[in-house]
């Protein structure tokens, strides 16, 4: 994952923080526990939300403890995990493997391959567990390489692939609730891909790589277009996020959707504008 869908700590309370650490750790245990330090090297603030997130809606019990870690050796910290953190874990490398392939064929980078290779084992596993979000995670990374290829331009073409991987991956179960929460996967895998995008533009325009936010950059309103493109995405999955029953842990999830999300983006925005100025 990228990395964007974090709380703004600023504006949590420090009570609100500390819980959203447990999940953190508690994930971060998970991957060690299931699989090793490679495991642990995958933890993502982007599958942290989704394990609060599933937690919350289903509210299985949990396991508290509080351990060490080789992070932060000192103090021990609390942590809380169950089943579903197993199932984000899963996720968690299922999505960095296929992400790690695409890169390989990409760049042919030596050691995304090695890394891809160190998880080809676990996946394997995996895939047996979850053949649906497999699926869609490896067909939308080999479609979206399809459309790199032919430097496609249509925005919901592109970015929909990322929405239709996360909608499936956020779908841990058959029921009532399915429905709501591939929407909210796919709108904030649609958000994800397109803000990725744009931070990483002046990158991709030195170096002549794909990208889909090339094909606007000359628009006079083209800062407007990518900020009204970006507020649509996550005002539909705030808006899916709304239906969903959710009572504990909801300001965290709050403030990570409505808030936290836009911090990366906003601190493009003001080294862009400082850049300007100066």
């Given at each position: 994952?990228?990395?964007y869908v974090i709380c703004n700590k600023n504006e949590m309370k420090i009570r609100d923080y500390e819980t959203y650490r447990s999940y953190y750790c508690g994930l971060c245990h998970t991957l060690l526990k299931r699989y090793g330090r490679k495991g642990q090297a995958l933890l993502s603030y982007d599958l942290t939300?989704?394990?609060?997130l599933l937690e919350s809606l289903y509210e299985e019990p949990l396991t508290e403890r509080k351990e060490r870690c080789i992070v932060h050796p000192v103090g021990k910290h609390h942590m809380v995990y169950n089943e579903i953190t197993e199932y984000t874990a899963d996720m968690c490398v299922l999505l960095t493997y296929y992400k790690l392939l695409d890169d390989w064929k990409d760049e042919h980078s030596v050691p995304r391959r090695a890394g891809a290779q160190a998880l080809a084992g676990a996946v394997r596993k995996i895939e047996k567990l979850y053949p649906g979000q497999a699926r869609a995670v490896r067909e939308c990374i080999s479609?979206?390489?399809v459309y790199e290829k032919k430097n496609e331009s249509d925005l919901d073409k592109v970015a929909g692939l990322t929405g239709h991987?996360?909608?499936?991956?956020f779908s841990y179960r058959s029921d009532e609730w399915t429905d709501e929460m591939q929407m909210v996967?796919?709108?904030l895998g649609k958000?994800?891909?397109l803000v990725d995008a744009y931070v990483d533009l002046k990158k991709d325009v030195k170096k002549g790589s794909y990208n889909v936010w090339k094909h606007y950059v000359h628009r006079k309103d083209f800062d407007a277009l990518v900020e009204n493109t970006l507020t649509m995405m996550m005002?539909?999955?705030a808006r899916f996020f709304e239906r969903l029953p959710i009572v504990q842990n909801d300001?965290?999830?709050?403030?990570?959707?409505y808030s936290g999300v836009w911090v990366r983006y906003n601190s493009c925005k003001e080294k862009e504008i400082k850049g300007a100025k100066e």
């Open positions: 994952m990228f990395g939300f989704l394990n609060i479609q979206l390489s991987m996360l909608a499936e991956v996967g796919f709108y958000y994800i891909y005002s539909e999955c300001e965290i999830l709050r403030n990570i959707l």
